[in-house]
């Protein structure tokens, strides 16, 4: 093999090698509750997206729960590290925005990925009930209709996915572990089912299984890769003997999202007795995975082209 057709093959080489790594992985939000505070940054900021603006060691989003009871908020930090969410006889919500509006997490190109980490204890978890009455959503909230104090959610055109669990020690019904697609542009964004459809359940988890304990540490994680102009989707809760196996997983590929925008992360227990009077949240992590645009590959083989013109004349 002559010198030059060595050095194209580098070139080559080089710029695959290039390519492959050149996807960049940035946390956005890593909040574990450092600082005692559960509201900073406030609005119109709503998240540090990556910066630690404040130098306090988190990555923070701003939280807003509405009442448990009537003057009572169902979100505080009652110590340094936690996140306590509290749930009585009524529903209540917990939402966080991880990115400013206009800032969103946008799965523009093909691979990019959405990664969200919520680490939870319950405790007072019913022993076993019917219902999905845990919802989790992952959408993006139209712009003005974001919360800017303690509230629940209100009616908006958001656009996503939603997990509805059933949560008890003992699941009680045949689609404990559920994924959803929102198929309702402009309502209320947890409480009414019907807005929700082209549903898939996890596998091989189903009514009797081992469910959650009090006092158990569990993880749950939810991906969103783009794939072409579908969408990969992703649910995995972890911990303690959850499914009899410590581990319960959902996933499906949309062909038609209804979103590739993401800024909101929202929690709603119906009550206490079909879920669990309180949740720990120990922490909230939301990273975000880019690969680079097939533009860029054009770019790459361009430098090739000139590597070669150049060593040609040469
Ligand atoms: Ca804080
Ligand atoms: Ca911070
Ligand atoms: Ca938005």
């Known amino acids: 093999m002559n010198r030059q057709r060595c050095f194209v093959l580098a070139v080559i080489a080089a710029s695959l090698v290039g390519w492959t790594t050149s996807s960049h992985a940035a946390t956005l939000v890593s909040d574990m509750w450092s600082d005692g505070t559960r509201t900073d940054p406030a609005s119109p900021v709503y998240s540090e997206m990556g910066v630690d603006s404040d130098s306090d060691g988190n990555l923070e989003s701003a939280w807003f729960g509405n009442n448990v009871t009537s003057g009572v908020p169902s979100l505080t930090v009652p110590s340094a590290g936690t996140l306590r969410g509290a749930v009585a006889t009524s529903s209540v919500s917990w939402t966080t925005y991880f990115t400013p ?3 969103e997490v946008n799965l523009a190109n093909n691979g990019d990925s959405l990664r969200i980490t919520w680490d939870f204890t319950p405790t007072g978890v019913n022993s076993s ?5 845990f919802r989790i959503a992952l959408v993006d909230t139209p712009s ?3 919360l800017t104090s303690d509230n629940a959610p209100g009616s908006a055109a958001y656009a996503g996915y939603a997990l509805f669990l059933n949560v008890g020690q003992t699941t009680g019904r045949s689609t404990p572990f559920q994924l959803l697609e929102r198929t309702v542009a402009n309502s209320d964004l ?3 089912s019907a807005n929700w459809g082209n549903a898939v359940n996890a596998a091989g988890f189903g009514n009797g299984a081992v469910g959650y304990v009090d006092g158990q540490a569990y993880e749950l994680v939810m991906t969103l890769t783009r794939n ?3 969408l990969d989707i992703a649910a995995t809760m972890t911990g303690g003997n959850i499914n009899s196996t410590g581990n319960v997983s ?5 062909a038609s999202p209804s979103s590739f925008i993401f800024d909101t992360f929202s929690l709603r227990p119906s009550n206490a007795s079909t879920t669990a ?3 720990d949240t120990s922490r909230f992590k939301v990273e975000f995975t880019t690969v680079p645009e097939i533009g860029s590959l054009w770019l790459m083989g361009l430098g090739v082209a000139a590597s070669l013109a150049y060593w ?3």
């Open 277 to 279: 009077s309180q949740f």
């Open 144 to 146: 003005g209709a974001r």
């Open 190 to 192: 947890l409480s009414t």
């Open 101 to 103: 509006e206009g800032s």
């Open 228 to 230: 072409g102009s579908s």
């Open 129 to 133: 009930n019917t219902s999905q009455n």
């Open 250 to 254: 959902v996933s499906t590929t949309d």
């Open 312 to 314: 040609r004349r040469r």
